[in-house]
């Protein structure tokens, strides 16, 4: 297979909760200062994500928190194994891939070279983020307070709307397909971007699932509902397997696609694992 025709697959993701194990936002302050923690959590819905974040890591900072401390806290996120098999074997297939998250560049970055994959990765969409030379975290919002609001009518966040973003990457390339991962609302902008022949990962049981079976008219891609790690990885080598065949037959491709979407929705209603109440309690947006 000439690489020339698999690099038209574009792949992107959202980094908590879908790439790994936990929200950075979280797991930083959860492990470095609990007074913090719970300050971070009394405040979600009330402030502004990433402004509550910058005025946080000021306080952490004050406190004694070091560089290193943050650092060798995000080398601990957990990172499933099957996961970066999965990322390995679409890069391997010549696809490009893009990670679109609500997080911030330090934290992404140094979890990304913690695992040694940072490679993988074409760019990182985030919220921009870097030390100063005390040792301070400092984070902004990517679309800032200087621009026009980016209206979008979707419940995306006033610093980030992950559809325009992906909108440009879409535009930006003639893609064979597009693969967009997720689990949360600020992910459901982005999968309405895209198309019939795309594919949208959907965490199961979490609020991107919600919204996607109360809009359904507005998601015209294929649905296909993951659990864990695992489940990804099998549902990346259905894809692949799938853009193989249609080099054969273009017919096939999006039989395999339906084919996985209806046994989704077939088992949704019986399952509701530990795991997915977990993440749902810990969702932040
Ligand atoms: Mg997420």
Redesign the pocket.
């Known amino acids: 297979m000439p690489s020339t025709t698999l690099s038209k697959r574009l792949f992107v993701f959202?980094?908590?909760?879908?790439l790994i194990e936990a929200d950075s936002d979280h797991f930083v302050f959860e492990h470095l200062s609990e007074e913090l923690f719970q300050e971070q959590l009394q405040a979600v819905g009330k402030v502004q994500w990433t402004d509550l974040q910058q005025r946080l890591l000021g306080e952490l900072y004050d406190r004694g928190v070091s560089r290193e401390d943050i650092e060798r806290t995000l080398s601990q996120v957990p990172f499933a194994p099957e996961m970066i098999q999965a990322l390995e074997l679409m890069k391997s297939e010549g696809a490009d891939l893009y990670i679109l998250s609500d997080a911030n560049t330090v934290y992404i970055d140094t979890v990304l070279k913690a695992y040694k994959i940072d490679h993988l990765f074409t760019r990182v969409i985030t919220n921009p983020a870097e030390f100063d030379p005390r040792g301070r975290l400092n984070v902004v919002r990517f679309h800032g307070l200087d621009q026009a609001p980016h209206g979008c009518p979707l419940p995306c966040q006033p610093n980030l709307c992950k559809g325009q973003e992906l909108q440009k990457l879409i535009d930006s390339h003639t893609w064979e397909q597009v693969v967009y991962m997720?689990?949360?609302t600020n992910?459901f902008c982005p999968s309405t971007r895209l198309q019939r022949n795309d594919v949208v990962l959907a965490r199961r049981g979490l609020l991107l699932e919600k919204e996607i079976r109360e809009n359904k008219d507005l998601v015209q891609a294929n649905v296909v509902y993951w659990d864990n790690a695992v489940d990804v990885l099998e549902a990346t080598q259905s894809i692949l397997g799938a853009f193989h065949t249609s080099t054969a037959s273009s017919s096939s491709s999006s039989a395999t696609l339906r084919t996985d979407k209806r046994s989704s929705e077939q088992t949704h209603s019986t399952v509701e694992s530990s795991d997915s109440k977990r993440y749902a309690q810990a969702v932040k947006a």
């Open positions: 959202d980094f908590d909760w879908t997720g689990d949360s992910d």
